[in-house]
Structure formats: C-alpha cells, structure tokens
Nanobody, 124 residues
Framework: QAQLVESGGGLVQAGGSLRLSCAGS????????MGWFRQAPGKEREFVGA????????YYADSVKGRFTISRDNARNTVYLQMNSLKLEDTAVYYC?????????????????WGQGTQVTVSS
C-alpha cells in the first residue's frame, strides 16, 4: 500500500527554521510531482509549494516564496521542505502530497496521495 509519511514538525520561535521530510513507501514516487500543503485551524487547506519529478520545475505560494525551499531525493523516495524565517502565520498542519497535476493546479483536488500531516507551531 502506497503511503507518504511526514516528519520534522514541532515548535519553533518566530524567525527560526524547521525542515520537514516526507518519505514514500509502497511504490516509487520518483516520477511524481511532489508538494506540500498546509491547513491552519478554521481555514481551508492551502498550497505551499511543489516540485516536478525531475526537480526542474518548482512553484511556491507567494506567502512562503523566498523563505521555504522544496528539494527531493528520488533515490530515497523522499521530499523535503526547508522552512526559514518562520512567522506566526506559518503555524499549521503540513501535509505532503503527490499528484501529476499538483504543480499546474496547486489544488488539493489534484492530490492523489496525502501524508498524515505534521504539526508546525511558531511561537512569538
């Protein structure tokens, strides 16, 4: 059974950094567009960023551009989200996602595989 498992969430002070990891299992995700979404309490799930399978294309939400970086290691079936200069408004559950149309649509409806989510809390 194919699944994605996130790790690396936690509590960090504003201005700090965290690195999230997402490991795939059950199938190779090396040919899939991979990305990240997040959902804050009382809000809809929103697109954070995504990367094509080759790493040649990336796209970030304006709210994280310049602060967050996605990378991937296809040999390890893993994608990462490096988060720097964290702000209070970055507090959310972060979800790893895979789907061929994620990069083009940036929509949760395009996601074919979801991780279980990892909590990121930014404190003042």
């Amino acid at each position: 059974q194919a699944q994605l498992v996130e790790s690396g969430g936690g509590l960090v002070q504003a201005g700090g950094s965290l690195r999230l990891s997402c490991a795939g299992s059950g199938r190779t995700f090396s040919r899939d567009t991979m990305g990240w979404f997040r959902q804050a309490p009382g809000k809809e799930r929103e697109f954070v960023g995504a990367m094509s399978w080759s790493g040649g294309l990336t796209y970030y939400a304006d709210s994280v551009k310049g602060r967050f970086t996605i990378s991937r290691d296809n040999a390890r079936n893993t994608v990462y989200l490096q988060m720097n200069s964290l702000k209070l408004e970055d507090t959310a559950v972060y979800y790893c996602a895979a789907g061929d149309r994620v990069l083009s649509t940036r929509s949760p409806d395009a996601v074919e595989y979801w991780g279980q989510g990892t909590q990121v809390t930014v404190s003042s």
